[in-house]
């Protein structure tokens, strides 16, 4: 075999999260390194193909780095043979039709997550893909991070004994709009266009949770909307209608008991903007996105609680950092470079567009559980 070139239509590029990461950051620096390296040598060279709404944009970005072609036209390239993939970044409501789209037109799909508004419409949108014959993923970034790979690779290792807990802390400040823009679109503040925090972090701790630790069988969750009043881009104020805050208890397989807190309504006291703590009988550890920490039973201190002295534990101190032992990619790119792969080898790719729906699941029973109180249990996604 050759060296194949793959074109790409990437739609939503023109946003922060579509642009760095997945273009410039994945796609082009796969491009501009010659290709992803198959089993037989050869190579397969992505090409990518701009779709969007905004002409300027688009135009400013392809002359930006190189890019030959880009277009408004969603059905044209649909209906090109000589696109292949179909990527999609665009915000949650407008994902599903347009998937739904590239899969009738027997593209292959790598979309950015949650895949659908509805865990219906996401199990409909995996059934068309299976049904269509298409190779399919979901991007789950988060499993490429430095700090998640040390993390498992102390679970592999057996490092933690039995494991009892996970505890995490998400989040940082998210400025209102009115005396500082805030650094996050409006749009996630709004329930009607797919906006919460919910539906945008539920399915990463999922995927978390389920490929590292195992599959989470139930979820009791409280949220809240903690700044009701924000201002958009354009410095008109509006209400709040979607959750900015999501408090989050899971049940996995196993016994294991996950808490997570996610909030855009906090300020951070933490090494990293998001935080794992992980403890087992024989040792715990704290991962955030790069860095790992690690404490064995051998060398955990002794700690004394007296509220009439001061503590002389310095705690932090006494845990030890996880060595690299490895050069890590950027994320994005390292799981670009496996969907390649399955593309044109038929690779193994479990982040497919059922772990997607299971996200999806995840964020649903949680909005479930915040509004009766109860718990929600978990039941297994499967498609007809």
Not at 78 to 93: G, K, M, N, P, R
Not at 115 to 126: D, F, I, N, P, V
Request: with cysteine; proline share 5%.
């Amino acid at each position: 075999m050759g060296d194949h070139v793959l074109g790409i239509a990437m739609n939503g590029v023109t946003g922060r999260m579509g642009y760095r990461q997945h273009l410039t950051r994945s796609v082009l620096a796969i491009r501009d390194a010659g290709g992803v390296v198959l089993p037989d040598g050869s190579r397969v060279i992505p090409e990518p193909v701009l779709v969007g709404r905004s002409e300027q944009k688009l135009r400013e970005i392809a002359e930006r780095h190189g890019i030959e072609r880009w277009t408004t036209d969603l059905d044209s390239v649909l209906s090109d043979d000589s696109i292949e993939v179909y990527f999609d970044a665009q915000i949650t409501h407008a994902r599903e039709a347009a998937v739904r789209a590239a899969i009738a037109a027997g593209k292959h799909i790598y979309v950015e997550k949650p895949t659908a508004s509805t865990l219906g419409a996401a199990l409909e949108l995996a059934k068309l893909a299976r049904d269509a014959g298409v190779k399919n993923g979901v991007v789950q970034d988060k499993l490429f991070l430095p700090g998640l790979l040390k993390l498992r690779r102390l679970v592999d290792s057996g490092f933690f004994g039995r494991i009892l807990s996970i505890r995490g802390e998400f989040g940082y400040w998210v400025f209102e709009g009115d005396w500082q823009p805030g650094q996050r679109p409006s749009w996630n503040y709004r329930s009607e266009e797919g906006g919460g925090i919910v539906l945008d972090m539920f399915p990463h701790w999922h995927y978390v949770l389920e490929h590292i630790f195992g599959p989470v069988r139930s979820v009791t969750a409280h949220t809240a909307t903690h700044v009701p009043e924000r201002w958009d881009e354009k410095g008109q104020r509006y209400t709040a209608t979607a959750d900015d805050a999501a408090y989050g208890f899971f049940q996995l397989e196993g016994g294991i008991v996950a808490q997570i807190n996610s909030s855009w309504a906090v300020r951070v006291d933490r090494d990293e903007l998001v935080e794992f703590q992980v403890d087992g009988t024989h040792g715990s550890a704290v991962a955030g996105l790069l860095e790992c920490r690690v404490q064995h039973r051998s060398v955990t201190p002794k700690a004394v609680w007296n509220p009439d002295a001061a503590d002389p534990g310095r705690y932090r101190e006494q845990w030890e950092r996880v060595p690299d032992n490895e050069d890590f990619p950027n994320g994005f790119r390292a799981q670009w470079e496996l969907f390649l792969k399955h593309v044109r080898t038929d690779a193994p790719f479990p982040h497919d567009l059922l772990s997607g729906a299971r996200g999806l699941q995840l964020a649903e029973a949680g909005l479930s559980s915040a509004e009766t109180g109860r718990t929600v249990e978990l039941e297994e996604v499967v498609l007809p």
